[in-house]
């Protein structure tokens, strides 16, 4: 399968604003109520646009995939345990696969496109969170690599903080 990657525009917030409508739809008939009409809204996503943070994976001239890269987080975050604090880390967060296009390992070639692109750029090690009741995600990241080094509470429930430390560098 060909993904074709590159940064967001605000052209693409309304396809983007219904990929993630169809996900939590997906992911409320899956049981795994991570997101809802408050997060991620409108307002985070062209935020995200806005500061270069988002990007897109399309096939097929459709978005099959967006996901954030920053080194922004919450104070949450400090509940880590990260094993890598003095690197050069980047954080992935909201990475969501249309609905149509799951079960095609786009995940997979997602996650690894970005760390090879963040390892060619002198990135260490990447830090993410996954919704504890999200196996789909937690297997994802496990068959990577990441490990699990704390939790966050937020307000639809525990997320694990997560950490890899990209080789090569």
Sequence with gaps: MKIQYRKATLENLYEIMEL???AI??????????????????????????????????????IAVIYVINNSCDKE???????????????????????????NGIGKITMEYIESKLSEAGIESIRLDAFNKNSYALKL???????????????????????????GN
């Excluded at 345990?81 to 992935?92: A, G």
């Excluded at 990241?141 to 080789?167: C, P, Q």
């Design 20 to 22: 993630i409508k169809s």
């Design 25 to 62: 739809i997906n992911m409320n008939q899956a049981k795994i109520y991570q997101w809802d009409e408050i997060y991620p809204d409108e307002a985070t996503i062209k935020y995200d646009i806005e500061n270069n943070d988002l990007f897109i994976g399309i096939v097929d001239g459709k």
């Design 77 to 103: 975050y400090n509940n880590g345990d990260w094993q890598y604090p003095d690197t050069e880390y980047r954080i992935i967060h909201r990475l969501c696969v249309h609905p149509d296009f799951q079960n």
């Design 141 to 167: 990241y496990k068959n990577l690599g990441y490990k699990i080094v704390g939790y966050a509470d937020w307000r639809m429930g525990r997320f694990y903080l997560m950490e890899k430390f990209l080789a």
